[in-house]
């Protein structure tokens, strides 16, 4: 399937937000890091059990230090 992540369009065999994670940071629940699907913010604790379909649009957001 294809999705858009933070503005690129990105092939997934995953099929859940912790997927699209392990493929594009390494880790399926890293710190400091936060995660929209269409708009909508997705819990850290629901990342295993919501699925990503074609088309969905993912904004996936880390904490940065300073000022």
């Known amino acids: 399937m294809t999705i858009t ?3 690129a369009v ?3 065999d995953g099929a859940t937000v912790a997927d699209l ?3 594009r940071l390494g880790d399926p629940r890293p710190h400091g890091v936060a995660v929209a ?3 909508e913010v997705v819990p850290r604790g629901d990342w ?3 699925p ?4 969905d649009v ?3 957001v880390t904490a940065v ?3």
Do not use: Y
Request: glycine letters at 16%.
């Open 48 to 50: 295993p059990a919501r």
């Open 65 to 67: 230090q300073g000022g």
């Open 21 to 23: 994670l392990a493929t």
């Open 52 to 55: 990503l379909v074609e088309g």
């Open 58 to 60: 993912v904004e996936i």
């Open 37 to 39: 699907v269409n708009e």
């Open 10 to 12: 990105v092939a997934l």
């Open 5 to 7: 992540c933070n503005g």
